[in-house]
Every structure is written in C-alpha cells, then in structure tokens.
C-alpha cells in the first residue's frame, strides 16, 4: 500500500499565503516526478507543479512567480509555499507523485485524498 497524505491547507485573505505538504508512505521503490493538481468547482483538474527527483521544476502559468514547489527527497515529501495568493486560487489541491512500488516493474501515478484551499477577496 502507498499513501500520499496532504496537509496545509486552509482559509486564507487575498494576498496572503500558505504552505502545503505532502509526504509519501509504504512500498515504495522510488520516486520520479512529485507535484500538485488542482480542482475548482465546475472546472477540471489542472496541473498546478512539478518538481522531479532531480529537482527540475515546472508551474502553470497562472502561478509562475507566487508558488515554489520543493521536495525532500529522504522524507518523500513535497511542499509548495503559495503566496500572493487570488480568490482564483480556491480550488481543491491534490499531491501528486509518479512513483515505482516494491511489488511492480513499472511506475504508477498517485494521488492524495485532496485538501481544500479558499481565498477570500
């Protein structure tokens, strides 16, 4: 079994900040690309990062310059630190992680349970 278990999120005023964690747990072999999604009522999931075992990152757009994603790979765990935070930001924000489990010969892609992000205007 794997787990990917998200914490962080929260209320917060417009131009503000928070910071979202995810830590990865049980067999798992190794891990590639880690990040996060996100999903607005009526809209559909949409990337928000991505950061690979190698540290390369990539962002949406729409969040380049106030999110940084960043990881630790000894805890498999992956951040992201959200400031200057818009109402356009409320969404639920899913972890991600692509990674191999001990028990399979191919990578397999993860998600968490979810955790809800509302910025008020």
């Known amino acids: 079994q794997v787990q990917l278990v998200e914490s962080g999120g929260g209320l917060v005023q417009a131009g503000g900040s928070l910071r979202l964690s995810c830590a990865a747990s049980g067999s798992i072999l190794s891990i590639n690309a880690m990040g996060w999604f996100r999903q607005a009522p009526g809209k559909q999931r949409e990337l928000v990062a991505v950061?690979?075992?190698?540290?390369?990152?990539n962002y949406a757009n729409s969040v380049k310059g106030r999110f940084t994603i960043s990881r630790d790979n000894a805890k498999n765990t992956v951040y992201v630190q959200m400031d200057s935070l818009k109402p356009e930001d409320t969404a639920v924000y899913y972890c991600?992680?692509?990674?191999?489990?001990?028990?399979?010969?191919?990578?397999?892609?993860?998600w968490g349970q979810g955790t809800q992000v509302t910025v008020s205007s």
């Open positions: 950061i690979t075992s190698g540290g390369i990152t």
């Open positions: 991600y992680a692509r990674l191999r489990r001990t028990d399979s010969v191919r990578d397999t892609d993860t």
